[in-house]
Every structure is written in structure tokens, then in C-alpha cells.
């Protein structure tokens, strides 16, 4: 036997065994041939060991190549292979099978060792839930056998096997071992074992859950990210534009958050009113975690914020604009999709942790804070749904079809705003009984934490964080028509690009606020801004999103909806979705959701009233015209009479 290396012979990396567990002489065997191998490893001969501990040579030999073998648990077997008549290999049975009576261990493996289609059959029965396992107290039973071994007997026969042939020339036809495989198949794996016992999602080991990292200190360092559909029944009070009011009920309500691990801290956080959100709100959360925040307007009786709280970038200025160093994701589309990935690796600069699914404790800060929104916020609330259908809490509140108490959105976006105050400054069990605020204050301002910002010409213009849309300049030098892009079916344009007749035929790269899509940031091929572009005709009226302009020109194309050329698109878009609320909370939902999108560009109460966009006026080429002085006669029409 050639000796193998110093490395494999390292017995403190072999696996021990309990002699105390063993059988009187099977004791006695083992620690003979421990002691043999440990004094092999230590470089003694051969008739050293040999006098010392009785062990014949060959003995030594075979246990020695025992112990370096595999595992099935990916280590060596190292001592364990050294116990007395334990196998280190799984039976391989070499002789074919008899026709009749006993002496068919290993008989089914060897089946499936020949027959690899059979193999891939039985593999298949696993995936497809075609058999399962059911338990009932600490037994398992396994269901859906008989079917099972119906198409197993028929691939048999698809292969030529005959009635003299094994498994079918016995009377049970392998159906006892086509279940023990089954089952060893099925156990090998506990993720597929639980699943396959009808297990919605597999906890991991709460012991293992933190083992491999050390825990964060450092503020910004890693935050979690995720979103949560409220459980609460909403209404929406809407006014037309002759101030009658209507009340409609619309669909659960998604909250986006992102959570500071160190310091529990919420950063940022979003109320999307859809039925499902996508990458633009997740960027949002981002801008409005990056963005300095804005304390809340209380307008409800009895709503109190606590002194005590605040939001971060609030109560320590040096947090605006302050970057993450890493995230921490789910498998959801919008999380995953390029958008929002090229803006966490990119523009922030931060590495994205994507956890594996049906596995929430991987994030479980954010996870614990939507369970807390749950218990002390939304499951309080009149009109919860709570958090299955035979939750005790849905049955006490429910308004049982009084519509006027229910929540409405404006009274939730209130609620919600002062709930994430007082959270930030409510002691924290995780912190030593200290608030979010408070850690975050003893990490920015006593320790002294470095943090990243975000570039100063990006603060200026989080529309950056967008996907730019490309998009070529087009107009006419014969036809005399100006230099315009085409955004979303919508022309945009400006004074500087309307006199670039050098730039008809270039590509521009445009990027866009994506609660407002009325105003473009324009920039050239090499970098360069051309600056602000505006929509034109009434598309420039109302604050709308993307979302919207795009679901109202499928309206238009589906030929379900139509607005005139002068007539403000939004609003018309606002009376269609009206006729039709009042039977579904999808369109309800979508007039709630125009509605937040111009809440957001619209001015707050006590703030200066922003500008109106000014039109865009073509310079004139040459001196104006003259005005008229003293009354002006109208000229004498020279239609005929009779003209039609």
C-alpha cells in the first residue's frame, strides 16, 4: 500500500466515535485499530504497530482505505469506518435474480442500475408529486403508490421485460421495493421530504440561520428590502369635476420599506396603490430613502407624532443622500429586474444578497417589521382582513357592509406616515431598549461612522436613477417641422432642441421622473445635457406616471375609450374609470392610484405653489407684426350665399 499524504492522515479533521455506545468486544476491536492508525500517522513501522498493538498488517491496510473513503455527508468516514462490521459501500448485487422464492437483496437497485429510463421514472414520480408522503404523529406513510407502480410495471413491459424477467415474475411485481425506493429517494433530500408531505415552505435551522456572517454594526452598511400587502379593507372618497363626491372601495394596498439592519431604522418606505408593484416603485423607495424626508401633516383628531421620533434624515441631516454598502433582496420580479438592479450595483454602488424563496428568514429584520406593521397597525384597524380568512380579528372588525368605516386611502397614508415616526422612536428590543434614532445617533455622532453619499449632481436629479429611454430626434428641414422626440406616443420638445436642426436624425437618452412624465431630462449621444424637454398638447396639463399614459392608450387601441385632441387626457381617463367603480375595486384602485400619483406633485399645504410649465413658443425669425390701434372693423366674408 502506498502511504498516502500528510493531509489525508490529519486525524483531527477525521470524525470521532463514541466507543461508549459500542458493544463490549466490538469496543475492544475499535480502539485496537484506532490505536493502530493513530500510530501509523505518527510515521511508526510497520512491526512497531504490530508488536503494539496485535493488529495484522493487512488489517491495517483495509481500515486505513476505509477511512479515507466518502461519506455520503461529503467528509471522510475517518474513524467511523473503523467500528467492526460496518459497511462503508452500499450493497451491489452481482448475481441476476432468481426466478422464484427467496434471495433478492439488491435485486430492485440493480433494476435501476441497468434500466436508466426506470431510474429517471422514479425520479420523475418525486418531482411531480405523484407519490407523497403523508404523517401522523412520527410515521410517515407514503400515498399514491398503486398508481405509481402501474406506470412503473408498464415502463417494465416498454422495455421487453416478460413475465420471466424480474420485477414481474414475482406476485407483487417489486411493488414493496418500488416503495423502500421511493422512500430512500425521497428522505435523502429534507427539503423534497417536506415539500413532499404537503410543507408550504421549509424553515431553515434557526441555529444555522447567522452562522457564517458576523453581525452588522455600522449603519448603511446592509439594509433589507421587501414589500407587504396590507391587510385592510380600503375606500377611496374621490371628487369629480363638479365636486360631487362618490366613495368606492378599492383593492388591498402594497407597503415597500427599507430597513437599516444595524439600527432597525425604516430609511424609506412607499404606499403603492396597485394591485401589483414593479420596478418604478422600488426605485421610488429608494429616492425617497436617499431624499431628505418631510415631517407629516396630521389633520386627524387624536393623531399625535411622538417627540421622541422622526425620521432619519430628519433628525440627522448628514444621513441625506447617504448610500448602503450592500441589500438584501427577495426572488420577486420588480426586485430582480434590470432596472433595479442597475440602480442598487451602479448608481448607489452597493452589492445585492438575492435570498433563496420560501425562505424569509434569510431577511429577517424586515420581516419582523412587517409583522409588527401587522399586529400593532393594520390589524387594528376597522375593515382588516387579518392574516388568514379564519383569523378571530377579521370576524370583530368587520364593518359588515358599511362602507363609511372603512379606512379611507388619504386617512391611511396619515396613519401610516405617524405610525413610521413614533416606530422609529419606540424602544427596540434588538437595541438594548434603545429607539432607532437613538442608535443611529450614537453610531453617526459618537462613534463617528463614515458614510457614503450619493454624488452631488445626482442629488439634484434622482431621475437619474431611472433607465434612461433612448429615443432618436426627429423632424423635417423640407416639411419645416421641428426637431421633436416621440416618448410614449407623446411628443416632447424645448426651445434649445426646437432650433438643433443639427440634431434631427441623433439619438438622445432620455430620463424621467416616473410619478411625473410631463418634463424629460434630455442629454446627448456624448454625455452632454441638452436639458429639460416638455410634453406637448394637453398631455402637459396633469401630473400623470407612466403606468398610466400606457394603460391609456391600450384603452384607446382596445377602442374602449376616447378623448378629444384638446381635451385634458387624465381627466377624461378619471371619468371613464368613474362609470364603472362602483362595481370594480380594480378600477377603483386605478383611479386611487392617478390620484396618489398627483397628490405627489401637488404642492403642500403652507408651501409655494411651483410655476406652470411655460409653453413652448418658437422664438420669432423675424420682427414682429404690428399691433392694431383704435377699434378693428372685420373684414366682409366672400362666401356665397347658399354655401354648405
Given at each position: 500500500?502506498?502511504?498516502?499524504?500528510?493531509?489525508?492522515?490529519?486525524?483531527?479533521?477525521?470524525?470521532?466515535?463514541?466507543?461508549?455506545?459500542?458493544?463490549?468486544?466490538?469496543?475492544?476491536?475499535?480502539?485496537?485499530?484506532?490505536?493502530?492508525?493513530?500510530?501509523?500517522?505518527?510515521?511508526?513501522?510497520?512491526?512497531?504497530?504490530?508488536?503494539?498493538?496485535?493488529?495484522?498488517?493487512?488489517?491495517?491496510?483495509?481500515?486505513?482505505?476505509?477511512?479515507?473513503?466518502?461519506?455520503?455527508?461529503?467528509?471522510?468516514?475517518?474513524?467511523?469506518?473503523?467500528?467492526?462490521?460496518?459497511?462503508?459501500?452500499?450493497?451491489?448485487?452481482?448475481?441476476?435474480?432468481?426466478?422464484?422464492?427467496?434471495?433478492?437483496?439488491?435485486?430492485?437497485?440493480?433494476?435501476?442500475?441497468?434500466?436508466?429510463?426506470?431510474?429517471?421514472?422514479?425520479?420523475?414520480?418525486?418531482?411531480?408529486?405523484?407519490?407523497?408522503l403523508v404523517q401522523r404523529g412520527s410515521q410517515t406513510y407514503l400515498r399514491g403508490l398503486n398508481p405509481a407502480h402501474d406506470r412503473f410495471t408498464a415502463a417494465c413491459r416498454a422495455l421487453g421485460l416478460t413475465a420471466r424477467d424480474y420485477p414481474l415474475n414475482h406476485q407483487e411485481e417489486g411493488r414493496r421495493s418500488l416503495a423502500r425506493a421511493l422512500r430512500v429517494r425521497i428522505a435523502a433530500d429534507f427539503d423534497q421530504a417536506a415539500r413532499s408531505a404537503g410543507a408550504p415552505r421549509v424553515k431553515p435551522a434557526a441555529a444555522l440561520a447567522f452562522a457564517p456572517e458576523r453581525p452588522v454594526t455600522a449603519p448603511f452598511h446592509t439594509v433589507e428590502f421587501d414589500a407587504h400587502k396590507l391587510d385592510v379593507r380600503l375606500k377611496l372618497l374621490d371628487h369629480d369635476p363638479l365636486g360631487e363626491e362618490h366613495v368606492f372601495e378599492i383593492d388591498r394596498v402594497w407597503?415597500?420599506?427599507?430597513?437599516?439592519?444595524?439600527?432597525?431604522?425604516i430609511l424609506g418606505y412607499t404606499l403603492c396603490v396597485k394591485r401589483e408593484y414593479n420596478r418604478f416603485d422600488v426605485i421610488r423607495t429608494f429616492e425617497r430613502a436617499l431624499a431628505p424626508a418631510r415631517p407629516p401633516e396630521v389633520t386627524l383628531p387624536g393623531v399625535v407624532p411622538m417627540r421622541s421620533g422622526g425620521y432619519v434624515s430628519l433628525a440627522l441631516p448628514e444621513t441625506q443622500y447617504a448610500c448602503w454598502e450592500r441589500i438584501r433582496f427577495d426572488n420577486a420580479r420588480a426586485h430582480l429586474a434590470a432596472g433595479s438592479l442597475e440602480v442598487a450595483c451602479e448608481w448607489l454602488g452597493c452589492t445585492v444578497e438575492v435570498g433563496p424563496p420560501y425562505r424569509p428568514d434569510e431577511r429577517p429584520f424586515i420581516e419582523r417589521f412587517f409583522g409588527t406593521v401587522a399586529a400593532q397597525f393594520s390589524h387594528r384597524l376597522p375593515g382588516t382582513t387579518g392574516s388568514k380568512p379564519e383569523d378571530i380579528v377579521r370576524s370583530l372588525k368587520d364593518p359588515k357592509g358599511e362602507l363609511r368605516l372603512v379606512v379611507s386611502l388619504d386617512e391611511l397614508k396619515e396613519l401610516l406616515a405617524v405610525w413610521v415616526w413614533n416606530y422609529n422612536g419606540s424602544p427596540h428590543a434588538g437595541l438594548f431598549s434603545r429607539t432607532p434614532l437613538e442608535a443611529m445617533h450614537a453610531a453617526i455622532r459618537e462613534r463617528g461612522t463614515l458614510v457614503r453619499h450619493l454624488p452631488a449632481p445626482m442629488q439634484q436629479?434622482?431621475?437619474?436613477?431611472?433607465?434612461?429611454?433612448?429615443?432618436?430626434?426627429?423632424?423635417?428641414?423640407?416639411?419645416?417641422?421641428?426637431?421633436?422626440?416621440?416618448?410614449?406616443?407623446?411628443?416632447?420638445t424645448s426651445h434649445e432642441l426646437a432650433r438643433a436642426g443639427d440634431l434631427i436624425g441623433k439619438p438622445l437618452r432620455l430620463y424621467y421622473d416616473a410619478d411625473d412624465i410631463r418634463r424629460l431630462r434630455a442629454y446627448r449621444a456624448d454625455g452632454t445635457e441638452l436639458g429639460e424637454l416638455v410634453a406637448g398638447g394637453p398631455w402637459r396639463l396633469t401630473p400623470h406616471d407612466l403606468e398610466t399614459?400606457?394603460?391609456?392608450?391600450?384603452?384607446?387601441?382596445?377602442?374602449?375609450?376616447?378623448?378629444?385632441d384638446t381635451e385634458d387626457p387624465i381627466e377624461a381617463f378619471l371619468d371613464w374609470k368613474r362609470k364603472t367603480a362602483g362595481k370594480s375595486r380594480r378600477d377603483a384602485s386605478r383611479i386611487a392610484h392617478v390620484k396618489e400619483v398627483m397628490a405627489r406633485k401637488r404642492p403642500r399645504s403652507g408651501a409655494a405653489a411651483a410655476p406652470p410649465a411655460p409653453p413652448v413658443v418658437e422664438p420669432a425669425s423675424e420682427s414682429p407684426l404690428p399691433l392694431a390701434s383704435g377699434p378693428v372693423k372685420a373684414k366682409r366674408l366672400t362666401i356665397p350665399p347658399g354655401f354648405a
Open positions: 500500500m502506498r502511504r498516502p499524504s500528510q493531509e489525508a492522515l490529519d486525524l483531527t479533521r477525521w470524525p470521532g466515535v463514541d466507543p461508549q455506545a459500542l458493544e463490549p468486544d466490538v469496543r475492544r476491536r475499535y480502539r485496537q485499530r484506532a490505536r493502530a492508525v493513530e500510530l501509523y500517522a505518527k510515521g511508526r513501522s510497520i512491526e512497531h504497530i504490530q508488536a503494539t498493538t496485535g493488529l495484522d498488517r493487512r488489517t491495517l491496510y483495509r481500515a486505513i482505505e476505509r477511512a479515507l473513503k466518502a461519506h455520503p455527508d461529503g467528509r471522510a468516514w475517518g474513524f467511523r469506518a473503523l467500528i467492526p462490521a460496518l459497511r462503508v459501500k452500499a450493497y451491489a448485487r452481482r448475481a441476476p435474480p432468481v426466478q422464484r422464492g427467496q434471495g433478492l437483496a439488491g435485486a430492485f437497485e440493480q433494476l435501476l442500475d441497468r434500466h436508466e429510463s426506470l431510474e429517471r421514472l422514479v425520479r420523475q414520480l418525486i418531482q411531480t408529486r405523484s407519490v407523497w407597503l415597500l420599506a427599507l430597513l437599516d439592519v444595524a439600527t432597525r431604522a436629479h434622482l431621475c437619474l436613477l431611472q433607465t434612461p429611454h433612448r429615443a432618436i430626434v426627429r423632424g423635417s428641414l423640407r416639411r419645416g417641422e421641428k426637431p421633436h422626440v416621440s416618448f410614449y406616443h407623446v411628443r416632447y399614459r400606457i394603460r391609456i392608450f391600450a384603452a384607446k387601441r382596445n377602442r374602449g375609450f376616447r378623448f378629444r
